[in-house]
């Protein structure tokens, strides 16, 4: 797929790996919109890559229904989905100091990351379906969902934001599936730690374990690398159904 002149939505593409995204498909020429509940911040990332923002609540369907139909009227119908809104929690499902896991923040964890992330692949690939071909192939469009290496090896206190993970994981392949027949790929990246608001509250101490326990770099990775891979996959046609961690060898 050729990305120059594709109209792109990123979700959660105002900060952190979304940004990283939004900015490195923009400079490959495609149209972005940004769908982010950060408004202010998401306009001033759309204004510097020349693409335009839009509220979105990922974890409410008529928001989702509205800002993806807002999207279309102005950039067009979109090719390129990728999900990269999210958010973590850090707490054991159980202790003594802190009893069970209330079900308000573990609910909310997997409405954003597991519940959202399928309800936009579901408006995005549903506006594809009936679009023209890009080439001989057939292909349509492109599904980029953003995981974690959490749904593979997550410390101890990431039960919640692991299952919701990993539920994006698992859906990889039969989406793909679900999709084929409309020329609609759909891939999963999996990040290890990274250089984002989000791994910026993590303390020194902990920053420092995780990073150890990677084999090379040991260093956070930039947005900007994972943006580079989702360039590769929506360019490269075999790039289907599969996860692909992007973590320096963490083990």
């Avoid at 001033?44 to 839009?54: D, L």
């Avoid at 009936?130 to 057939?138: A, P, Q, R, S």
């Avoid at 206190?157 to 989406?175: D, E, H, I, M, N």
């Avoid at 989702?230 to 692909?244: D, G, K, P, R």
């Amino acid at each position: 797929m050729k990305i120059q002149g594709l109209a792109a939505v990123v979700t959660g593409g105002a900060s952190g790996i979304g940004a990283g995204v939004v900015k490195v498909l923009a400079e490959a020429g495609a149209k972005i919109a940004i769908l982010d509940r950060n408004i202010e911040l998401a306009e001033s990332t759309a204004k510097a890559v020349g693409g335009i923002a839009i509220a979105c609540d990922v974890a409410n369907d008529e928001s989702i229904q509205q800002a993806f139909a807002s999207a279309q009227e102005i950039n067009g119908p979109a090719r390129i989905l990728v999900n990269c809104a999210g958010i973590d929690t850090a707490r054991k499902i159980a202790s003594h100091k802190t009893g069970a896991h209330a079900i308000g923040p573990m609910q909310r964890v997997v409405d954003v990351n597991l519940v959202g992330t399928l309800a936009c692949c579901a408006h995005a690939s549903t506006a594809m379906l009936d679009l023209d071909v890009l080439d001989e192939d057939g292909e349509r469009g492109v599904l980029i969902n953003i995981a974690s290496i959490a749904a593979f090896n997550a410390p101890n206190g990431q039960s919640v934001y692991a299952a919701s993970k990993a539920g994006v994981v698992g859906a990889t392949l039969p989406l793909a599936r679900d999709l084929s027949r409309y020329g609609i790929r759909v891939m999963t990246i999996a990040p290890g730690l990274f250089d984002t608001p989000l791994a910026g509250t993590m303390d020194d101490k902990l920053t420092g374990q995780l990073l150890r326990r990677a084999l090379f770099p040991q260093r956070k990775g930039r947005p900007d690398e994972i943006g580079a891979l989702v360039q590769h996959i929506c360019e490269n046609q075999m790039l289907n159904a599969s996860t692909i961690r992007i973590d320096a060898g963490f083990f």
